[in-house]
């Protein structure tokens, strides 16, 4: 448990849900589009589902700090200022989360917050935020895990709980040393809406696709559990650039890999098709599971792969995953996943229907790009 999970024990026991403005605005945000993404995290039955932090991420914020040293929201996009948009958030049932960095500039060249750790955090304590997303750009030859838990200490002296989430981007191996500082921490360069990308050929600005990013979560498993959470960045389902299927699979992953599900889609034009990945409870009971366990790949067969995650109540969640090019027949026997070589009962999630008792193992129909998953639990 990290040292603010100590003094706020009820934060981030299982990995924070909720939506986040980047993935679909960036910096193009006001305060009427998030007004009204409050309403539709509600309306849409995305709360009820579990996602409950609504962050703005950059550009809330002026061009420079007041003269005595303070942030201000940007007059035009916020008229009304932060804390009347954190009661909003409130009212709802919400909680608010807000974005910074840990530099002198946010990545859209806003004031960044360096040399104001502790001015800043009382000032968001203040504002009603719940939540901070601490970023690294213009950082490149200061110390991360130095600068980051300046930050926590500044977070530990106020008396608001707040989840702490650390944007480092996965470049000073976050994992070793974040557990001890903050809630969850990113683990790679950013994502983007496309199912196998790099961007630059490092990924760096350019982003990766959801498979490179499932890649370099492999041997992370022993860093994660309650309280701190490696993040694979934000989801980016509905926003177009992925099929259903693909998304499908993208939030199965997401979820047995106990990540954060912080959504970034417009759910104001949200598709039942995209509500309908985005709230599935049983799905979503993977990723929120009580003990907390990281799921692993267990087996890797040119482009057919088995996740498995163990679960509180003795069951194991799978998921059965084809990155290939063709349909595929994908077999899964118990032993792989830990549950011996007896009889299991297996339910399948998206389907929403149990496939009965099974011996020893079962071999499941994926499609391209697409992913089975499923519920096994012995008897």
Avoid at 138 to 143: P, R, Y
Wanted: with cysteine.
């Amino acid at each position: 448990m990290t040292a603010i999970a100590k003094l706020h024990p009820e934060l981030a026991a299982t990995p924070p849900m909720g939506w986040n403005s980047w993935n679909c605005f960036g910096c193009n945000i006001n305060e009427r589009m998030l007004w009204e993404m409050a309403d539709a995290l509600v309306d849409s039955g995305m709360k009820d589902a579990g996602y409950e932090y609504l962050v703005i991420d950059d550009a809330w914020m002026a061009m420079r700090r007041d003269d005595d040293g303070n942030l201000m929201p940007d007059p035009d996009r916020f008229p009304r200022g932060i804390k009347a948009f954190a009661d909003h958030v409130h009212g709802k049932g919400l909680k608010l989360g807000i974005y910074e960095d840990a530099g002198e500039e946010t990545c859209g060249h806003y004031p960044g917050s360096l040399g104001h750790y502790q001015q800043d955090a009382m000032l968001f304590a203040s504002w009603g935020v719940d939540y901070l997303k601490f970023d690294w750009c213009t950082c490149e030859k200061l110390n991360a895990p130095r600068l980051y838990g300046e930050m926590r200490e500044a977070l530990l002296g106020i008396e608001r709980p707040m989840v702490f989430s650390i944007c480092e981007w996965g470049q000073n191996r976050p994992w070793e040393w974040a557990p001890a500082i903050g809630h969850l921490w990113r683990t790679t360069w950013d994502i983007t809406d496309k199912w196998d990308f790099v961007g630059d050929g490092e990924g760096k600005w350019g982003g990766l696709g959801i498979v490179n990013i499932l890649d370099q979560q492999i041997g992370l498993k022993r860093y994660a559990g309650p309280g701190r959470w490696n993040d694979p960045d934000m989801l980016e389902v509905g926003n177009g650039g992925m099929t259903e299927t693909e998304y499908r699979s993208h939030f199965s992953l997401w979820c047995i890999l106990a990540a954060p599900l912080i959504a970034g889609n417009d759910l104001r034009k949200m598709d039942a098709a995209s509500r309908q990945i985005l709230t599935n409870r049983e799905v979503i009971a993977v990723d929120q599971d009580s003990a907390g366990i990281q799921g692993r790949r267990v087996k890797k067969e040119g482009d057919q792969e088995i996740w498995a995650k163990p679960l509180h109540d003795g069951g194991v969640a799978v998921v059965l995953f084809n990155r290939g090019q063709s349909p595929a027949n994908i077999v899964c026997d118990w032993r792989a996943i830990g549950l011996g070589t007896g009889t299991a009962e297996v339910r399948d999630l998206w389907a929403g229907r149990d496939l009965g008792c099974v011996a020893e193992g079962y071999i499941g129909r994926v499609p391209v790009h697409g992913v089975m998953m499923l519920k096994v639990s012995s008897i």
